[in-house]
């Protein structure tokens, strides 16, 4: 990973990319990204947001298996996700790194991450940001997964609990329910994050209400991602397709993506039960200057009261000497 120099921010485009991953296929669903890079790109975007796991994609069957009952076939499809995860030390990524250099766009795609160092039996939930020279400038794996959640990913660190200076702005973030822990929120917050990415699962009136508190809250603009996705978004050939996902035209998740300004307006969305890609013009100054009347991590942050530290330190599993 690669530290950009700071530059100069200016009002530019953002995009949310509300489409749905070719699910358990990491080489198409990074042709999906490519092709959708361009048409965001096209439409005049210089930073594009891509939803939580999205390669190669979310486990919406964790919420529908009972992981002892159907142990069998929830071990089948662990073992095409692990075959299908990003390994970033592999290249995996290389692809969308390849096409943001190119269109000389920003980047924030989720993944599942295949620990390539130690073990290789361990994924992560990750947000990988990529900068316009194809860079990986940061990548934060999620602290807590929710719930099943925790029978496929591990717990992130700090390591990647970081804003990021891009020709954008100051981006950082946090995944899904990551954005429900106020200690998290802080940290980023405390960097001077100007714009807010928040990649998910979750959809519905409350997680929009959440964006729009953590704008008016942070002083940032929030780019909330969601996924839509019906049964038949689901490829043919994922395992017991019929089983697990029986209604091919049910929405198991209407996406609800959202751009909202800071203070908490919702400038484009919610993106409800169809794909597609939202645009808003997204100015860094504006997220400054909001900061004048609440700046929760500065003048209202009392450091005579309160005191964060937050442990950034990697521990590996095993010293060889």
Not at 4 to 22: D, E, F, G, I, T
Not at 143 to 165: F, I
Not at 241 to 260: C, H, K, M, T
Request: charged share 25%.
């Amino acid at each position: 990973m690669c530290a950009m120099p700071k530059k100069s921010a200016s009002p530019h485009r953002v995009a949310v990319v509300q489409h749905p991953p070719v699910t358990l296929h990491r080489q198409k669903t990074l042709e999906r990204g490519v092709a959708l890079l361009e048409e965001a790109a096209t439409g005049g975007a210089r930073l594009v947001s891509f939803p939580e796991t999205w390669l190669p994609g979310y486990p919406e069957w964790l919420w529908r298996l009972r992981p002892g009952a159907d142990f069998d076939l929830t071990g089948e499809i662990h073992g095409r996700l692990i075959e299908n995860a990003v390994d970033l030390k592999a290249g995996d990524l290389k692809p969308m790194q390849a096409a943001a250099r190119r269109l000389k766009v920003t980047v924030s795609i989720g993944i599942h991450e295949r620990d390539g160092v130690f073990s290789r039996g361990t994924l992560y939930n990750t947000v990988v940001l990529i900068g316009p020279d194809g860079e990986i400038l940061n990548r934060h794996r999620k602290l807590m997964p929710t719930n099943p959640e925790r029978m496929v990913w591990g717990t992130g660190d700090a390591s990647g609990l970081r804003v990021s200076d891009t020709p954008m702005g100051r981006i950082g973030g946090l995944i899904c329910w990551e954005n429900y822990m106020p200690l998290a929120r802080f940290a980023i917050f405390a960097q001077g994050c100007e714009i807010y990415v928040a990649p998910t699962w979750d959809e519905g009136s409350t997680w929009i209400s959440t964006m729009r508190h953590i704008a008016a809250e942070g002083r940032c603009w929030v780019l909330g991602n969601g996924t839509a996705m019906r049964g038949k978004d689901i490829p043919k050939d994922f395992p017991k397709r019929a089983q697990v996902f029986p209604d091919l035209e049910e929405w198991y998740n209407p996406g609800d993506s959202v751009i909202v300004s800071p203070g908490g307006r919702i400038v484009a969305g919610p993106l409800h039960e169809q794909h597609g890609i939202l645009y808003a013009e997204c100015d860094p100054v504006v997220a400054s200057a909001a900061k004048r009347t609440l700046d929760v991590a500065g003048h209202y942050g009392r450091p005579d009261i309160f005191k964060l530290e937050v442990n950034r330190e990697v521990l590996a599993p095993i010293d060889f000497g």
